[in-house]
């Protein structure tokens, strides 16, 4: 399978405690994307890479949230002290040169923070 | 905030042609019109774009009024597998924050047998 990655699928974890996701991109792809969905509402941007560089971030991604992407292939998202709102679908996607609107997205990871 | 309106939900009969329309009355010149769908537990799939001409590939055909003010998105033989939540996305082509997709609360469609 040649699609968007992610690691794990699934994430539970206490109040308090960091975690990390993994997403690893379409080979090639040059952007990457981070977005957070809950239940019922449409997914939000997070922040964007172009290669290593991270280009934008959204006011969602607090103090708390740091993302990575060392070698302009996989990137890492890391949320610090989590808290019970941050209990969402976490969904990478990529997207090649030239078709910034074309983005495939990964299967997500789930974070329940109880 | 999503700049295009969409009703909350649809239902369309098996074999039939679902029409899901979306309303961009604020568009600019230079955005496009993205169309994706979410089914279930599964990440968004891109679908479709158009700028100001009708779009047609594999999956749908999107038709974009003259003025660009909405559009709708064609899927000529609906299928249960088709069921899931359809999102109209306007996005700059250059300039502005070309970095993400906005997505708002989309349609639910349902395919029923």
């Known amino acids: 399978d040649t699609g968007v990655s992610q690691d794990p699928r699934h994430k539970i974890t206490k109040r308090g405690q960091n975690v990390t996701f993994r997403c690893d991109p379409i080979?090639?792809?040059?952007?990457l994307y981070w977005y957070r969905q809950t239940l019922g509402q449409g997914p939000e941007f997070l922040t964007y890479?172009?290669?290593?560089?991270?280009?934008?971030k959204s006011r969602l991604l607090s103090d708390r949230f740091s993302a990575e992407r060392p070698k302009g292939s996989f990137s890492t998202l890391e949320i610090q002290r989590t808290e019970q709102g941050d209990s969402a679908m976490y969904l990478c996607?990529?997207?090649?040169?030239?078709?910034?609107?074309?983005?495939?997205f990964g299967q997500g990871t789930r974070l329940t923070v109880v | 905030d999503a700049k295009t309106t969409q009703p909350t939900s649809m239902d369309c009969a098996e074999g039939r042609a679902a029409n899901l329309p979306c309303n961009h009355s604020?568009?600019?010149?230079?955005?496009?019109v993205y169309w994706y769908r979410q089914i279930h537990s599964q990440g968004p799939q891109y679908i479709i774009h158009?700028?100001?001409n009708n779009e047609t590939n594999e999956m749908a055909s999107l038709i974009i009024t003259e003025d660009r003010k909405s559009s709708t998105l064609i899927l000529p033989h609906a299928t249960l597998r088709d069921t899931a939540v359809y999102y109209c996305?306007?996005?700059?082509?250059?300039?502005?924050?070309?970095?993400?997709?906005?997505f708002g609360k989309g349609t639910k469609l349902s395919v029923k047998p």
């Open positions: 890479f172009q290669n290593e560089a991270q280009l934008e």
């Open positions: 996305i306007v996005r700059p082509a250059w300039g502005g924050s070309q970095g993400n997709l906005i």
């Open positions: 158009g700028l100001k």
């Open positions: 080979s090639e792809h040059n952007r």
């Open positions: 996607a990529s997207s090649p040169p030239g078709g910034a609107g074309t983005a495939f």
């Open positions: 604020t568009i600019s010149g230079n955005e496009y």
